[in-house]
């Protein structure tokens, strides 16, 4: 199995053997400051490689799209864009590195919690002038705090609009 390892899945994980390749970008590297996890780092035959522009730019127009991208750190958005370069299988417990990769056809493992089971458009919402807006943190008409709300759910199991 080749994969794409984000900062909890080095973190967290113990068994790396099962792993033929394994994959990650500079900036999950540059996150873990445990003594731990950089013994494991020294340990690994980890590959750190740098995406391209072009495939950085394509996740976060889809991510824009889903409404994940302000959710998302660099680092999530340069590993999405190599597990799609590479074919990587992504290992995240992150739900919004999960509907991104689901939403452009990456494969993802959970380190502990389940794999979404939703794919999820986000926008924002107004709670005062019930507007939505596809990105900023305050309300252009009133001012108040902007709340993230689902505006739409594709049950993965059953593909089907919920």
Do not use: H
């Not at 080749?2 to 068994?15: F, H, N």
């Not at 099962?18 to 003594?35: C, G, H, P």
């Not at 991510?63 to 597990?83: P, W």
């Not at 999960?98 to 089971?117: H, P």
């Amino acid at each position: 199995m080749r994969v794409a390892l984000d900062t909890s899945a080095i973190i967290y994980l113990s068994d790396f053997r099962k792993f033929k390749e394994i994959f990650t970008v500079q900036e999950v590297v540059e996150e873990l400051k445990d003594k731990i996890s950089s013994i494991k780092l020294l340990s690994l035959n980890l590959k750190v490689v740098e995406p391209s522009l072009a495939s950085i730019k394509k996740v976060e127009k889809v991510a824009y799209e889903t409404g994940d991208l302000e959710k998302l750190s660099k680092a999530d958005l340069k590993l999405l864009a190599l597990a799609k370069e590479k074919k990587l299988i992504i290992i995240s417990d992150d739900r919004n590195i999960q509907n991104v990769a689901e939403k452009i056809g990456i494969e993802y493992f959970s380190v502990f919690s389940k794999k979404i089971t939703q794919l999820i458009k986000w926008r924002k919402f107004c709670k005062s002038c019930k507007k939505f807006y596809k990105e900023g943190e305050y309300c252009n008409i009133c001012g108040n705090k902007l709340i993230r709300i689902p505006i739409e759910k594709v049950n993965l199991f059953k593909k089907r609009k919920i």
